[in-house]
């Protein structure tokens, strides 16, 4: 099993930051929402495909007609399990669910199923690293439950829609501890959990489509207070950059209402993008609020220990492994690895390219540059790459062996991108191959002297620099084709006997 916490080295931590003139510490936990990636809800056989028509999923068993009785997806209880074997948790034995009782149009049954007292998994950490500082952040608890439905306010009229479809789909929530000091920190810490998430294979991360979304809670106190301050909670922020803006308005504003003596009521805030401020939604519920009780028609979980070693022989090496690895095995700088070990993909594409032969540094620069620019400009993910990693590594034998240089190799590049051929294929039916006759670059060379004899009598002179300009003209006159080792060396002895 390959451990986050285990595979990370460590650095000194940082100092939190401070607000309101160095008077304040923030105080931040987060509630991540993870829809898990079962083709089937929670407890019933309904599919979880997102965008079908509105309430075309859906049974009397997720929105709770009377009668019916729900049967629990055993996969989502892996995949439960697996999140918490990943983010260092204990795993009970024995869970249950109870019902969550509170009325909203799109939850018509008045109450969630979801887990209290008895979750899943409790007591684990991950890390993250800000600024170069390797912070652990504590996992409270993951508990599964299952999401409401929809509401829909379209039309302008003085109605709504409920669309029931994800009623019932399976929810992961992973509850942090207050751990949290910056909105950095929340940040980063909702992109390592994405990372793992996706990693595992146990939700997509598309945060567009609600599959990950958060719930921020956050105080304020006086530096070197212990005891925590009214926290309010920030609602369903569904980007890295709205929850690092929700919080650091979320903060100033506390900071603002205590300077001027006001205090802060515990409640619930909306984030408003486009006004860049919270807004108050209604007041904080508690525990007691939602009058929890166990869930009668659902047996407790229990969970031995073969299942648990089954799930943990099933764990991939995670984003923090794969980082140290490919820093100590290919020599990658931290940097290189930072990008690409973000995404599971990505780092298996590195890996393909570097098993058919690329040197790792040189597959690296070409993934990190000419991959990704053409990547984004199409918006495709690089499982959609129509270049494979064989024929990019391809492409750098011809490189390494003379036949192309590294300029005409961007124009190979791109070619086979564009139209899925090898590099060879390209080279032949360009007329790409690397000119690396002497004679031929000496007669390119003597002609472009000859045609700056001004420059020529400022490089004798003493300006040096003018060597690239030189460069650059053989290598316009030979089509970018000329070897360039050879270029200039032949190029130095002409100007040296002129």
């Not at 309101?20 to 019933?44: D, P, S």
């Amino acid at each position: 099993m390959s451990n986050d916490i285990n595979n990370t080295q460590s650095s000194p931590a940082a100092a939190p930051p401070v607000w309101g003139n160095g008077k304040y510490e923030a105080v931040i936990g987060l509630e991540v929402h993870a829809q898990m990636l079962t083709e089937t809800k929670i407890f019933c056989g309904c599919p979880t495909k997102f965008g079908a028509e509105p309430n075309t999923q859906t049974c009397p068993v997720d929105i709770g007609l009377p009668g019916v009785l729900p049967v629990l997806n055993r996969k989502a209880v892996e995949y439960a399990v697996k999140t918490g074997l990943a983010m260092n948790c204990t795993v009970a034995r024995c869970s249950r669910f109870a019902r969550k009782n509170y009325f909203y149009p799109d939850l018509p049954k008045g109450y969630q199923v979801s887990q209290y007292e008895l979750p899943i998994c409790e007591h684990g950490s991950v890390e993250i690293v800000v600024d170069g500082a390797v912070k652990r952040v504590g996992i409270t608890r993951i508990h599964m439950e299952e999401d409401a439905g929809k509401n829909i306010h379209e039309g302008g009229g003085p109605y709504s829609f409920v669309d029931l479809n994800r009623a019932g789909v399976p929810l992961m929530e992973i509850v942090s501890e207050p751990d949290i000091r910056s909105p950095r920190e929340a940040a980063e810490y909702m992109k390592k959990l994405r990372a793992i998430l996706r990693y595992l294979g146990v939700c997509d991360g598309n945060m567009e489509q609600g599959s990950l979304r958060c719930d921020a809670n956050v105080s304020i106190r006086p530096v070197g207070q212990k005891e925590f301050g009214t926290r309010t909670e920030l609602k369903n922020i569904n980007s890295f950059r709205f929850v690092e803006k929700a919080i650091e308005y979320e903060i100033r504003r506390q900071v603002k209402l205590v300077e001027e003596g006001g205090r802060v009521v515990q409640e619930t805030r909306l984030w408003d993008p486009a006004a860049g401020i919270t807004q108050s939604m209604r007041s904080k519920e508690e525990a007691h609020d939602y009058r929890y009780f166990p869930e009668p028609d659902l047996v407790p979980i229990v969970v031995d220990q073969e299942w648990i070693d089954r799930i943990e022989a099933t764990l991939p090496e995670l984003p923090d492994a794969k980082r140290e690895r490919f820093v100590s095995a290919y020599g990658l700088p931290e940097y290189d690895a930072d990008l690409l070990t973000a995404e599971r993909p990505v780092a298996e594409w590195y890996e393909a390219a570097v098993a058919a032969g690329g040197q790792p540094k040189a597959v690296s620069n070409w993934m990190m540059g000419e991959l990704m620019r053409l990547l984004n400009e199409e918006n495709h993910p690089i499982e959609e790459s129509p270049l494979t990693p064989d024929r990019l590594a391809g492409m750098l034998r011809l490189i390494d062996n003379g036949t192309i240089s590294g300029k005409i190799a961007k124009t190979v590049f791109e070619a086979m991108y564009r139209s899925g051929k090898d590099a060879e294929a390209v080279v032949k039916e360009q007329g790409l191959v690397q000119i690396s006759d002497e004679s031929a670059i000496e007669r390119a060379i003597d002609d472009i002297l000859a045609k700056h004899t001004a420059e020529v009598g400022r490089y004798k002179a003493g300006e040096e620099k003018l060597i690239g300009f030189f460069v650059g003209q053989v290598m316009k006159a030979m089509k970018g084709k000329a070897n360039p080792q050879m270029l200039n060396d032949l190029l130095r002895k002409k100007l040296a006997a002129w």
